[in-house]
């Protein structure tokens, strides 16, 4: 993958034959079942580098060839306590959930926990 003239490696795992390479395209040639097999996964890698970028652009964070990688890979750079779980939980659930919820009960538990989890009443 290149971004902005940075390059990051990153290789499937499958071999190819050259002479059923077409290279124009940078894919395999042919229909055959392992030439369909092949261009799936690069399909689906193309479509998990979007997703990645969606991310990247959603979180206003810089789209880097490596920070593709490490989403690709599954590897994050980003630490995260257990309490911003729940803060980031609390924000996405906290107004959809509100209206089930006793708002002093919400509040208070907020404030006195900084956002540790909501407190659902039924």
Known sequence: ???DGKVAKLSTKKLWNTERWNFSVGRPA???EDAK???????????KVYQAKKIFTEDDKEISAEGLKNILL?????????????????EQIGSTCRSRV?????EALQDREGAYCLLYQV
Not at 102 to 106: A, G, I, K, M, V
């Open 1 to 3: 993958m290149t971004v």
């Open 30 to 32: 042919g229909n055959k």
């Open 74 to 90: 599954g590897k994050s750079n980003e630490t995260r306590t257990i309490l911003k779980v729940f803060a980031h939980h609390n």
């Open 37 to 47: 097999t092949i261009n799936a996964c690069l399909d689906m890698l193309t479509a």
């Open 102 to 106: 006793r708002t002093t009960n919400f």
